[in-house]
């Protein structure tokens, strides 16, 4: 389990691809408590994603506030400007969240969801599973996104009040500035 001892301690985030590939960013531990971590993640580079006609660009210096339950199959990313303003969440469908000494480990299922700060949600990268969705992991990603989307109101309302609390911008200048 993740030792909480220090304010900002560095966490590596771990996400293993489902070609195997690990991805890892350094984070700064905000919260761990009820099989829940928070963590900090500074965007260091700018990327855009399309979807329909929509383009979503998270610019540089942008950050992220991300989640990740040990009893939820998903991870939520809340993206915020340099100014605070908040641009879009970000759920991946996963398996095996695992908290470590220094690291949250996960294993991503390629299917995801964006949601853009009005509510409206698009379902991501079905496209690129090996099989239809409903034979995917042996059905694990369609009920693991059935559950997402049964509760995604809830959880975003619970993560944009906490935004304005306890999650406040103001609470990151000094990380921002750090850069």
Known sequence: MINLNSKWKEITE?????????????CRLLSSQNHCIVLFHLIKEPFTMKVNDLHITIPLGSYTIAYYWLDRPYNLYFWRDKEGNYLASYFNIVKNTKF????????????????????????????????????????????????????????????????????????????????
């Not at 771990?14 to 350094?26: G, T």
């Not at 042996?138 to 997402?148: D, F, I, S």
């Open 100 to 179: 470590l000494e220094s690291i949250v480990s996960f294993e991503d299922l390629i299917i995801d969801v964006l949601v853009l700060p009005n509510g409206e949600y698009f379902i991501l990268d079905e496209d690129e599973l090996p099989v239809v969705l409903e034979e995917f992991e042996n059905g694990l990603a369609k009920r693991a996104l059935e559950t997402l989307l049964n509760s995604i109101d809830d959880v975003l309302s619970q993560t944009v009040a906490q935004s304005q609390s306890i999650y406040n911008h103001k609470r990151f200048i000094p990380l921002l500035e750090k850069g």
């Open 14 to 26: 771990r996400k293993i691809r489902y070609d195997s590939k690990i991805v890892e960013y350094k």
